[in-house]
């Protein structure tokens, strides 16, 4: 599995006019623990436009060599954008903010819906 995501990966570096004309969205969202104990975040967000759902954008780290033997690594993230940190060990009222991107298809409209799906179950909806 790993070496599949490191594909697509390698192939989305490669083909970057694959997302030529696709506008990003920017969701930020903050979650507020309002129980004690462990929660399930099995769930997710699900953007819609005129034309369906719209793509979510994974922005992975990159690691740059340094040169240096003693810190052969920097990590890079993308700062305009993100994902939140768990909520689980936290107490009950922690909050915690974050941010996924969602791009439209190629002359596609703004986004008009945003959910939360649990499985088949939509748990929240916004527009």
Known sequence: MGNRRHAQHARSQ?????????TPYYLRYRYTKNEDGSLDWSGGFQVSGDDGRLTRLSVLPSLDATGDPNDPLHVSTFDKCKSGD???????GASVEGCQIFLTDAGGGTPKTVEWVRGQDTLATWK
Do not use: E, F, I, T
């Open 14 to 22: 490669r083909h970057p006019g694959k997302y030529a004309g696709r």
């Open 86 to 92: 768990s909520l689980d060990k936290a107490a009950k």
